[in-house]
């Protein structure tokens, strides 16, 4: 079956625009989470998302916002965009409760000009 | 933040030998761990989880070992291939709810297979 997909792939935007990313969770998988790597910090925790609800979020400032449908596709976005900004963006599903594998999409590499 | 990625330790290996990978982890509370392979432009790939009431579990090629006494994981990756040149990463999942959980992620290991 289809893994992860996330849109777009890759895309550029200014400082102080915003940017909205989509994720499509493996089917049957309830759970999204989101996460941020960068060369400077590594792969970091974003937010997480179970039948429509941020369940965790991580330290991330307010710029950063996500939300999940019914059909448990979510997408992330990111007001007023900093250079620091700039980075893969990497969608993850899983089955709901403990213990179950968390798989990742391909990501979406968002650069700021 | 939890995870750095400044400089990745680099892992040498000749085509043929056997890999082993380390990983420190910081919570003694993380219930589950999980080995991902990046290879470079793609997003992370699962290569094998272990529970925390385990101490090693085993997969095609690769075996996972668990100490939780000193919080310590490696993956050991059996007669190592060039395609098995990438970034190698471990992540513990920090449980919060029943159903909330987040991986906390190591800086991540270089792995370079010499033919």
């Known amino acids: 079956k289809a893994g992860v997909t996330q849109t777009p792939r890759y895309l550029i935007k200014t400082r102080g625009q915003q940017v909205t990313l989509s994720c499509s969770p493996i089917s049957g998988h309830r759970s999204v989470s989101w996460y941020q790597q960068t060369p400077g910090q590594g792969l970091q925790f974003l937010f997480e998302y179970f039948s429509e609800t941020q369940r965790n979020k991580g330290n991330f400032p307010g710029r950063f916002s996500g939300r999940q449908f019914s059909n448990s596709r979510s997408e992330m976005n990111v007001s007023t965009l900093e250079l620091g900004d700039s980075a893969l963006y990497l969608c993850a599903s899983s089955l709901v409760g403990g213990g179950n594998t968390i798989y990742f999409g391909e990501g979406s590499w968002l650069t700021v000009v | 933040g939890e995870s750095v990625g400044l400089h990745l330790p680099t892992l040498s290996v000749q085509e043929g030998d056997n890999s082993i990978i380390n990983c420190a982890y910081s919570n003694s509370a993380s219930d589950y761990f999980i080995w991902y392979k990046q290879e470079s432009g793609k997003g992370p790939q699962f290569i094998i989880d272990?529970?925390?009431?385990?101490d090693k579990r085993q997969g095609q090629r690769v075996t996972v070992l668990l100490n939780k006494t000193v919080k310590h994981l490696s993956l050991q990756i059996a007669a190592t291939q060039p395609g098995d040149s990438a970034v190698y990463f471990c992540?513990?999942?920090?449980?919060?709810?029943?159903?909330?959980?987040?991986?906390?992620f190591g800086a991540g290991t270089i792995l370079r297979v010499k033919s």
């Open positions: 272990i529970r925390s009431n385990m």
């Open positions: 992540a513990e999942r920090r449980r919060f709810t029943e159903y909330g959980n987040k991986l906390v």
